[in-house]
């Protein structure tokens, strides 16, 4: 038992659904109980999607249970399959009907449907959202295209056919995926790759098993659709790509891979590398964000994708990197290694929040959830993974890959900072009232966060943990001293001046310490 008020990611079955919605022509049969049919609220309100997710609930309630729900499930299958004419039917169960254990699979092939029937087994009480997705992925192609005959050897490419790529990951719900997949379009473009299958987004059944067609296949999110490319690796010998493009150094990785699976020459595509991102980061104007202590935590492909993004393209320090997803601890561990900080793989929005009270970064960069959080610590953030609400999916064309996703982030991540001239506004012109260190970003207007959440006139801007005995207290001079300090580095100088007084034994803090601890901090 795990007391849980916020999850990074549904239970498995949703990432099913985000399949089969993403889908022209696949229904899902879920077993699941009444209510259950909640999620279908994410993909009509969050992603606004104009019609309701092709699945069908079986909404047990508690007096089917003294009865026959495997003959709820066979009708139910039956019913959805006259009405809706799927060219391909999931069946899976939720999380309760995985505990009666009514079998969707060997029900459903009793029926001898005349359509692919895939039955899906969804660990519920190990597995999440996105390996349901990816799993359901997998198990869909699978059954579609089937296995390729013994011995088989992909035949080489005839020299007068383009390249052809089959383009894996984006799907309904997903973060930016929609405008992801057209600057991903653009760079195969760039590089005359024709794309061979889009899978799961608005792709058709049959649609699936044309995938072992293509040559090789582009994964543009690996917690998705990294199962299904490693299988077809494997059964179809068709190789994939690893590198994800967010980012302009890895834009320009993901196009010299792509060249070099396509047999063509890269130099022409990576020559048009020139968003405007690159530009407005060395432009005399970002200096002041030079060594921004950024925190970082999200999905592993979005993490590590942004600390390469704010290390080496903007010359933020990453302070912080982590992540939820489980299955792709390694990746982030790795990128951790090389910023010098230590990973935090959790599902614990606490030990997240933890985490960042104790940093005290100038920027968070995280998921709805980390908003959250920065909010209450009064701190700037933006939000660069899923899961997301409604926000974070615009009307306007916001992506994250590719030469156009450079000059979205670089806009999303320096806009909730305090603008250069204002931060020294602030530093010399502190009794100023539009100024002064208690107002807001003056940019962000109304929308900021109030100067009560930075902390400007509460004493503490932290909702520090209930004091130790031997936590030292500040003397009324030396908290009048540190409110001298602008709001954005104070959280800072209050923890820093903190930990030296504890190492010292000092109970009271006074103007002398404060000012010990600056120096010490900075020698
Ligand atoms: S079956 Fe699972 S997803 Fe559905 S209500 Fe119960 S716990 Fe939630």
Redesign the pocket.
Known sequence: MQLTLWTYE??P??GAMRVATAMRDVHYVLH??Q??T??DLLFTMIERRDQRPPVTYTTFQARDLGGDTAELFKTTVRDAVTRHQPAALLVGA?????LIQDDPGGLAATLQLPLPVIPLELP?YQRKENWGAAETLYRLVRGLAGLPPAQYVRPPRPAERAPRANILGPMALGFRHRDDLREVRELLALLGIEVNVVAPLDAHAADLARIPEADFNVVMYPELAGTLADWLARQWQQPRTRQVPIGLGATADFITELATLAGVDPAPALQRIDARARWFARSVDSTYLTGKRVFIFGDACHAVAAARVAAREIGFTVAGLGTYSREQARELREAAALYGVEPLITDDYLEVERHIAALQPDLVLGTQMERHIAKRLGLPCAVISAPVHVQDFPARHAPQMGLEGANVMFDAWVLPLMMGLEEHLLAMFRDDFEFSPQAAPSHLGATAPSSSNLGASAPAPLPAPAPASNEPSWAVEAERELHKIPFFVRGKARRNTERFARDRGVALITVETLYDAKAHFSA
Do not use: K
């Open positions: 549904g239970p079955h949703v699941a109980p209510g259950d909640y999620a939720s999380c309760t009907a995985e519920a």
